[in-house]
C-alpha cells in the first residue's frame, strides 16, 4: 500500500515537470509567433521595431542572429540611431570570428552620424575581433597584423580617447592574457582608468573591458579579490540596463545568461570569498538554473559551477570527480588545465587521495611549465614594443624629450629583473614538487611491501 502511494505521489510530480515543461517551450515560441503576425500588419519603422525586438528577446541564439539584421534594416529606414548601434554591436558579438562581416559592419558604422558614438562603436567592434581571433595564439600572421596596427595604425600622441582604448586592448592582447610584466599591468591600469572615464551610455565599453580584467585576474596566480569587484561592477551594470529596458518597454529583455557568467566566474574565486558571500552566489546560481533552460542546460552539460561551489565548502569528496570530468575536455586551454589541477592537488589533499594528488601534480607541472615558456614569448613581445611606446602620453604624462632615455632603461631593467624572478620562482616550486612527488612514490612503494 505505501509502495503503491508513493509511485502515486512520483508519477504525479513527473506529470507536473514535464507538463511544466511542456508548456514553457511553446509558450515563448507562441509568443513569437504571434508577434510575426503582428508584423505583417505594422504601417511604420517605429512600430515593426518596438515588436522585432519582442521577437529578438524571445528568441534563442540563431533567432536573434537573424533578427539583428532585420531591426538594423528596419532601424536605417525610422533613423533610429540607438537601434542600429545596438544591433550592430550584437551583431559584431555573434560574428566576432568573420572578418567579411566584422567588415560589412564597420561600413555600416561609419554613416552613423555621431562622431563619438561611430568612434565608440568601432572601437567595440574592432576589440571582438581581437579577441576572438587572440584566443589562438599560434596563429603568428594574425601576431603580426595586430604588432604593425599597435605600432602603425594609431596616434600615440593624440587625444582621441576611443583611439587610445583601441590601442591598449590590442596591446593586452597581444601580449596574451597570461601575461604579468610591467608594461602588460601599466596597459591593463590605463584601460581601466579611461574606462572610468567614459559616459555611462558607454557600457558596451566598460562591459568588455569589466569581462576582460575579470578573466585575467581569475588566473591562478591572478588577485581574485579585484576579479570579484570587476564582476559585482558587471553585475550593477546589468542591474541598471534591466531598469532602462523596463522603461523602454522591452518587457522580454533576459539577463540571466550574463548573470551565470558573472556568478559562475566569482565562484571560481570562492578563496577571496567569505562563507556568506559563497553560499549567496550559489543561491543566486540555482535561482537562474530553476528559471532558465539555457543556464541550466550550460550547467548540465559543463560542471565548472557546480565544481567550483563543491571546493569553496570543502567538499572534497564530489569535487574530485567532477574535476577530473572538466579536465576530460579537450577544448580546455593550458592556462584552465593548470588551474583545474591546482584545485584537483587542493581537493587530493584534502581527501587524503594519494594516488589523485600525484598525478595532479604531474599535470600541474607539465602545464606550469609550458606556461612558463609562453610567458618568455610574453616577456620578450614587451621588450619589442617598448621602444615604439614607452614615450607615449598614453602612458606617461611627463613626454619631455630628455628623460626619454633614461625612462626607457629603466623599463628594460624591470623586464629583465621581471624575467629573472618569474624564472627563479618556477625553479623552485619545480624542486619542490618533484621532492614532494618522489617522497609520495617512496610512500606508495612501502605501503605497497
Request: charged content about 25%.
Given at each position: 500500500m505505501k509502495r503503491s502511494k508513493l509511485l502515486i505521489i512520483l508519477t504525479i510530480i513527473i506529470t507536473g515537470i514535464l507538463s511544466a515543461s511542456a508548456q514553457t517551450k511553446p509558450a515563448k515560441q507562441e509568443l513569437i509567433e504571434k508577434y510575426a503576425e503582428q508584423l505583417k500588419t505594422t504601417t511604420s519603422a517605429r512600430d515593426s521595431i518596438r515588436i522585432l525586438y519582442y521577437i529578438f528577446d524571445l528568441s534563442d541564439r540563431k533567432g536573434q542572429t537573424q533578427r539583428a539584421w532585420e531591426i538594423l534594416k528596419t532601424a536605417e529606414r525610422a533613423d533610429n540611431m540607438n537601434a542600429q548601434l545596438d544591433m550592430i554591436r550584437n551583431l559584431a558579438t555573434f560574428y566576432a570570428a568573420n572578418d567579411t562581416v566584422i567588415d560589412s559592419l564597420l561600413k555600416i558604422t561609419d554613416r552613423i552620424p555621431n562622431q563619438e558614438a561611430r568612434a565608440a562603436t568601432k572601437t567595440f567592434i574592432i576589440n571582438q575581433q581581437i579577441n576572438r581571433k587572440s584566443r589562438h595564439p599560434d596563429d603568428t600572421d594574425f601576431q603580426k597584423i595586430l604588432l604593425d596596427s599597435i605600432t602603425k595604425s594609431h596616434n600615440l600622441e593624440g587625444k582621441d580617447i576611443y583611439d587610445k582604448l583601441s590601442l591598449l586592448y590590442q596591446i593586452i592582447q597581444y601580449l596574451g592574457v597570461d601575461a604579468d610584466g610591467v608594461l602588460f599591468k601599466e596597459c591593463l591600469d590605463t584601460y581601466g582608468k579611461l574606462i572610468e572615464d567614459l559616459p555611462q551610455s558607454d557600457y558596451p565599453l566598460k562591459n568588455q573591458y569589466y569581462t576582460t580584467a575579470a578573466m585575467i585576474h581569475s588566473r591562478l596566480n591572478g588577485n581574485p579579490?579585484?576579479?570579484?569587484?570587476?564582476?559585482?561592477?558587471?553585475?550593477?551594470?546589468?542591474?541598471?540596463?534591466?531598469?532602462m529596458y523596463i522603461k523602454k518597454n522591452r518587457k522580454f529583455r533576459n539577463y540571466d545568461t550574463n548573470k551565470f557568467i558573472s556568478y559562475r566566474r566569482m565562484m571560481?574565486?570562492?578563496?577571496?570569498?567569505?562563507?556568506?558571500?559563497?553560499?549567496?552566489?550559489?543561491?543566486?546560481?540555482?535561482?537562474?538554473?530553476?528559471?532558465?533552460?539555457?543556464?541550466?542546460?550550460?550547467?548540465?552539460?559543463?560542471?565548472?559551477?557546480?565544481?567550483?561551489?563543491?571546493?569553496a565548502i570543502k567538499d572534497y569528496k564530489n569535487a574530485i570527480p567532477a574535476l577530473e570530468g572538466l579536465l576530460r575536455n579537450r577544448d580546455l586551454s593550458t592556462y584552465q588545465r593548470q588551474k583545474y589541477n591546482g584545485m584537483l592537488i587542493e581537493a587530493a589533499k584534502g581527501a587524503n587521495d594519494t594516488k589523485t594528488y600525484i598525478n595532479a601534480m604531474e599535470q600541474f607541472i607539465e602545464y606550469s611549465e609550458e606556461i612558463d615558456s609562453l610567458r618568455k614569448i610574453t616577456m620578450k613581445r614587451e621588450i619589442m614594443l617598448r621602444d615604439s611606446i614607452i614615450n607615449a602620453p598614453l602612458l606617461y604624462k611627463d613626454s619631455s624629450p630628455s628623460p626619454k632615455k633614461h625612462l626607457t632603461n629603466i623599463e628594460h631593467r624591470k623586464i629583465e629583473q621581471t624575467l629573472t624572478i618569474i624564472a627563479s620562482a618556477l625553479a623552485i616550486l619545480l624542486i619542490i614538487y618533484i621532492m614532494l612527488y618522489v617522497k609520495l612514490r617512496i610512500q606508495m612503494k612501502r605501503s605497497k611491501k
Open positions: 579579490h579585484k576579479a570579484i569587484e570587476y564582476d559585482k561592477k558587471l553585475l550593477e551594470i546589468i542591474e541598471q540596463l534591466q531598469q571560481g574565486n570562492y578563496h577571496a570569498l567569505s562563507q556568506e558571500e559563497i553560499q549567496t552566489i550559489h543561491d543566486s546560481i540555482m535561482a537562474l538554473y530553476e528559471r532558465n533552460a539555457d543556464v541550466r542546460r550550460t550547467m548540465d552539460q559543463n560542471g565548472q559551477a557546480n565544481v567550483f561551489y563543491y571546493m
